[in-house]
């Protein structure tokens, strides 16, 4: 881990959040160091889109606590988020470019909001950030004209144009060939080493987990399994992770009666001679 003095940069205690009355997120808590690289892994429904939500302040949780820099997101006011969004840089999964804006025009976005600047600077500063992921001389293109891999460059440029502390990065590799998927991955490693940034990466993609990680945190039905450096979860004895790292499917054990009972909300006859003393179960 390329972590100098283990600064504590991101602090999630207790996190507990709800969609409605059911539970998504239940009692989250890890960190994340200084110049680090934490990958935060899971199922489809596990909650790490989830937890990203909330990391970046989209949402207010149930209860828990999120420090990011070392103040409570869960805190602060409307204006307090806005000044802390100049020091938070996110790529999101399909690049969320806007169609009918340039690729340095897209790139410009936070300076236009967040810096006083001219546009003959802001043009500068959006083609050194094209330069650093290799997108130099597309700035005039639309984002139509782009192939997948360079959307997602150009999005992680605009997502690094006020060089923030911290860089959230969801789902860099879907969508992509392995060799794009690859290229992209040296770039967050560039990234984090050349310009000391801390990159939390929302995947579910094993090869370019274990191949940016310096830890990663793995998250099942909304709780965390394990958080630990690549070694400790290639090596955990955890048979969820297991399943998750084999991609073997998840066989859940149902009592049938109850199963019924919760599609029709009719209590079922459980009298001796009605039930069995064995339990009918199926997997699903």
Request: hydrophobic share 40%.
């Amino acid at each position: 881990m390329n972590s100098e003095n283990n600064q504590q940069l991101i602090y999630v205690k207790d996190l507990v959040t709800h969609y409605g009355s059911k539970k998504i997120l239940n009692n989250i808590s890890f960190e994340v160091n200084q110049g680090e690289i934490m990958v935060i892994m899971g199922g489809s429904g596990s909650g790490k889109s989830t937890l990203l939500r909330y990391m970046l302040g989209l949402n207010k949780p149930t209860s828990g606590c999120i420090k990011l820099l070392g103040k409570d997101i869960t805190k602060m006011s409307a204006n307090q988020m806005h000044e802390m969004k100049k020091d938070i840089g996110v790529s999101f999964q399909g690049g969320a470019l806007f169609g009918s804006m340039s690729v340095s025009e897209n790139i410009q976005l936070p300076l236009c909001e967040h810096a006083d600047l001219d546009e003959n600077t802001m043009r500068i500063m959006s083609q050194m950030k094209l330069e650093v992921v290799n997108l130099a001389g597309f700035e005039d293109l639309m984002p139509a004209q782009l192939s997948g891999g360079m959307i997602k460059r150009a999005a992680l440029a605009r997502a690094i144009i006020l060089d923030p502390k911290l860089l959230f990065f969801d789902e860099p590799s879907a969508g992509l060939d392995p060799v794009v998927s690859a290229e992209l991955d040296e770039l967050i490693l560039r990234l984090r080493d050349a310009m000391k940034m801390t990159i939390v990466v929302v995947t579910h993609e094993l090869e370019s987990a274990f191949k940016i990680a310096d830890r990663i945190t793995i998250l099942d039905r909304g709780e965390i399994l394990m958080c630990g450096t690549v070694n400790e979860v290639r090596n955990s004895d955890n048979q969820r992770i297991h399943n998750l790292l084999h991609r073997k499917p998840r066989r859940d054990i149902v009592d049938v009666d109850e199963y019924l009972q919760r599609l029709t909300g009719k209590a079922l006859d459980t009298t001796p001679e009605n039930k069995n003393s064995n339990p009918k179960q199926a997997d699903y």
